[in-house]
């Protein structure tokens, strides 16, 4: 089997995500700022077991399995922030903020880049461990790469960045744009990460846009 994929891309992706929440000032919270630490702490243990163990069957389970349940808290999270900004702009229009809700737009952005990369991440052919081991069951995605062996490494497989440029595409362009989806999960998980994006740039950001002081 091939080494394991190294964690230190998602991981960094992680600390990043929480420094960029740390700093946005007054956005909305539906939880308590804690529990988005607790949360991605949770996610990181099993990415160190991971990687000190070189890929160790057990760590890989609680690891894909932690960030499953991350995407879903991600979920029912965004769903709450969205219906209190939408509460906001829609019933005390007059109360409203315009730099909360633009540093509660780019929160809500940057963490549904982040937390469907990751799951994109996790389930495309099996993992990466099984992925890596080339083991995989049926792919997600089709990448572009692979129609191009002669300009590749012979182990060539897509990595977390491969993902995360999935994530970022998927959430600006709101369509496919290199990888394309070949199974209905793929396709249902990027028209709703797409839906969230959209009601986030067009909804909130434009009206946050609309009310800043001249």
Sequence with gaps: MNRPESRWPPAFSIVAVLAILAVLPGHVHALPVWVSYLVALAVLVPMAGVALTKGNIVWLGIERTMIILLAAAYGANTIAE???LIGVITIHPSGENAFSLLSSAVAIWVVNVLAFSLLYWQIDGGGPCARASK???RPDWAFPQPERPGDLPPDWRPLFLDYLYLGFNTA??????DALPLTHRAKMLMLIESTISLLT????????????PG
């Excluded at 740039?201 to 800043?212: E, F, T």
């Design 82 to 84: 969205l219906a209190d």
């Design 135 to 137: 083991s995989s069951a």
């Design 172 to 177: 600006t362009a709101f369509s496919p744009t």
């Design 201 to 212: 740039s067009v909804i909130v950001l434009s009206r946050a846009i609309n009310v800043l």
